[in-house]
């Protein structure tokens, strides 16, 4: 038993999870993996169960049997990923959908197969669904579905976040109503300066993304974050790997 500060470090892929409790620690250890992992504390107010699964720290046995039960209830899913667009309207160096098809036609989804996907999601029972991820090539092609598959899933499942991936080159009034109306998490493409970003993107696309941006800034929108392919070229240009944007 130690009177201390304790400050407990766990391991978590390449990241790290530190907790900092005050009070008598009684390390109980248990060997999950290979990593020796915590159990219990006992601080000055409370006892704290560590949950080796989802480490985190709770102060029952009883609300760490519950957290568990949650996080195997088969009706939350973590993450559903659904792909609404084989097809792009660019058609990058280093694409790795192959312009956005995988290799396979350049066709969008329909109504009848998102119809098909959400009722397979509601027939299990599905009462929660943690990320919403529309995905592509380029998920704008298909707003119209994108909006859709929303508005449909959230009659039945809650939908904690909605998240995409754009490259920013498609902005019209239902791309501004459905980021306005629904607040998904954004993820902007965008290689650094134009001379790079043309070369590796097209042209044009560059001006196109930053337009798309921009528009974010003027509604004072932070759902969003840039996201960049360094390459070969941004090397050979002398543009380094941080602060090139
Ligand atoms: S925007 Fe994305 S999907 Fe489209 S060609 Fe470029 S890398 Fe591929």
Do not use: W
């Not at 974010?216 to 941004?234: Q, W």
């Amino acid at each position: 038993m130690i009177a201390a500060l304790v400050i407990l470090v766990v391991e978590v892929g390449n990241d790290y999870l530190i907790f900092i409790v005050r009070g008598i620690f009684i390390p109980s250890l248990c060997y999950i993996g290979g990593i020796i992992m915590l159990k219990a504390f006992i601080t000055e107010s409370d006892t704290l169960y560590f949950n080796s699964e989802t480490f985190t720290l709770s102060t029952s046995i009883d609300d760490l049997n519950n957290n568990i039960k949650k996080e195997n209830d088969y009706s939350i899913l973590k993450k559903v990923v659904i792909n609404i667009s084989n097809n792009c309207n660019l058609s990058c160096t280093y694409c790795y959908a192959d312009g956005g098809n995988y290799g396979m036609m350049n066709q969008l989804m329909n109504i009848d197969t998102a119809d098909k996907i959400i009722d397979q999601l509601v027939s299990r029972r599905i009462q929660c669904i943690k990320r919403l991820i529309l995905f592509g090539g380029e998920p704008f092609l298909n707003i119209d579905l994108f909006v859709y598959i929303i508005e449909k899933l959230s009659k039945n499942i809650e939908i904690q976040k909605i998240e995409t991936v754009t490259n920013g080159t498609i902005l019209n009034k239902k791309v501004e109503m459905m980021i306005n109306n629904y607040h998904p998490f954004l993820t902007v493409s965008l290689d650094g300066p134009q001379l790079i970003h043309d070369k590796l993107r097209g042209k044009g696309s560059h001006r196109r993304t930053l337009n798309f941006i921009q528009y974010l800034k003027e509604i004072d929108y932070e759902n969003f974050e840039v996201a960049s392919t360094y390459t070969r070229m941004h090397q050979i240009l002398g543009f380094q790997k941080r602060g090139y944007l």
